[in-house]
């Protein structure tokens, strides 16, 4: 069974910096992309960074570019999310979610994406 689980966020002051990771067990990880999603207070859940285009490229929502970095170490069969200079808007519950690569590209969206982790909350004090 596929299983994707999220850790890393927590409480920190604007400005700070937090490293999320998202640990996969139950796929062929090379077979896969994941991607991060956030989803905050009143709001839809949105795509925050991914592996896009068969993972030739990456993905970052217009807010968190210059900021966040998504990183893999294959080995571990984790992915990572890199986050500075933290803001409070950034404040949310953050997924991973993945789906399997096809011989269509795909993006950032989550509709897009069959598996997906419980979440880990960040938040982000002003």
């Known amino acids: 069974e596929v299983q994707l689980v999220e850790s890393g966020g927590g409480l920190v002051q604007a400005g700070g910096s937090l490293r999320l990771s998202c640990a996969a067990s139950g796929l062929t990880f090379d077979d896969y992309a994941i991607g991060w999603f956030r989803r905050a207070p009143g709001k839809e859940r949105e795509g925050v960074s991914c592996?896009?285009?068969?993972?030739?490229?990456?993905y970052y929502e217009d807010s968190v570019k210059g900021r966040f970095t998504i990183s893999s170490d294959n080995a571990k069969n984790t992915v990572y999310l890199q986050m500075n200079s933290l803001k409070p808007e950034d404040t949310a519950v953050y997924y991973c979610?993945?789906?399997?690569?096809?011989?269509?590209?795909?993006?950032?969206?989550?509709?897009?994406?069959?598996?997906w982790g419980q979440g880990t909350q960040v938040t982000v004090s002003s």
């Open positions: 592996f896009i285009s068969n993972d030739r490229d990456t």
């Open positions: 979610a993945a789906l399997r690569i096809g011989i269509n590209t795909h993006y950032c969206t989550p509709y897009e994406y069959d598996y």
